[in-house]
């Protein structure tokens, strides 16, 4: 099999074996089996919605990248985006240095960057599938989805089933899921394959201007907002300033009243800029092991 190869350097401090660590722990990405070492994963590439398949390892200064095809800037920089290396941490430790909150998470898990959904529409997808579900059955349900409507691929001689892209989910029925979630799926297809659940859309705008449009979508909460401009779109700088859960966090960390505002929460996130989303989840991989 023919593979063609390119490497990412990061700027600031990046450690792979921190990013490998959290996705073995996370069940919502369809990761094949790491070895400790390498991060191998299929998915429909947003540049151009066709299936690649994506083996990472670390190299000096950054990682080493194999794909399954010719993998132009577009493939790059989603690459890059999925482990956070197109942004640059420089400034990320005199964040640490500032709060000696952040200092103790950043020392616990040195160099650990946000680790992203192969694609904004994969983590809109996720958002969908695991409301009201645990998040293993979620994974299940999403494995199955990719296994019976996205196309195969193999990775270091290992097969890997692609999350279907967005064309395939629009007249797919059966997905196992309730009606209202399928027909939110397919309506997510329609945004995705309009432009709207694409990372270069989501990051030209705003964060709150973002965050404000994802929620016009059907299906999409405040929280699910969040999940995909973060962790589906990489974006380095949002914060959704209404999630109960990583409120708590925050009261705990800071000492803040039970009764606190949202305003209280978005104020102590203005510290954090340009970082917001990255503080942030370093506070919920801490509380939480993994993240939604």
Do not use: N
């Not at 709060?99 to 950043?106: A, N």
């Not at 979508?217 to 699910?224: D, E, I, K, N, Y």
């Not at 102590?268 to 942030?280: D, G, I, Q, V």
């Amino acid at each position: 099999m023919t593979t063609h190869g390119f490497t990412i350097i990061a700027k600031g401090p990046f450690d792979f074996g921190a990013s490998l660590r959290f996705v073995e722990d996370w069940p919502a990405t369809s990761a094949l089996p790491s070895d400790g070492r390498v991060l191998r994963f299929a998915y429909c590439a947003e540049s151009d919605w066709l299936p690649i398949g994506v083996s990472v390892t670390p190299a000096p200064g950054g990682v080493a990248v194999a794909t399954t095809r010719a993998a132009g800037a577009g493939i790059r920089g989603e690459v890059a985006r999925i482990l956070s290396l197109d942004v640059d941490g420089t400034g990320f430790g005199e964040l640490g240095e500032a709060d000696p909150v952040i200092g103790d998470l950043q020392r616990a898990r040195p160099g650990l960057r946000p680790v992203c959904f192969w694609s904004p529409w994969e983590a809109a997808c996720w958002a969908v599938i695991v409301q009201r579900s645990s998040m293993l059955i979620a994974s299940r349900l999403k494995q199955r989805i990719a296994e019976r409507h996205g196309a195969r691929v193999t990775v270091d001689g290992r097969e890997c089933a692609a999350f279907p892209p967005p064309v395939t989910l629009l007249e797919a029925g059966g997905l196992g899921l309730p009606a209202q979630k399928e027909e939110w799926l397919r309506g997510l297809a329609r945004a995705a394959l309009d432009g709207v659940l694409t990372t270069e859309h989501l990051r030209s705008a705003g964060p709150e201007e973002a965050l404000a449009e994802l929620r016009t979508l059907a299906g999409v909460g405040p929280f699910s907002a969040g999940l995909i401009l973060i962790r589906g779109a990489g974006a380095p700088d949002a914060f959704p300033g209404d999630e109960p859960r990583l409120f708590a966090i925050l009261r705990e960390a800071y000492g803040l009243p039970e009764d606190a505002p949202p305003a209280a929460y978005r104020k102590l996130a203005e510290a954090w800029r340009p970082y917001r989303s990255w503080a942030s989840f370093l506070f919920r991989a801490s509380a939480y092991g993994v993240m939604d």
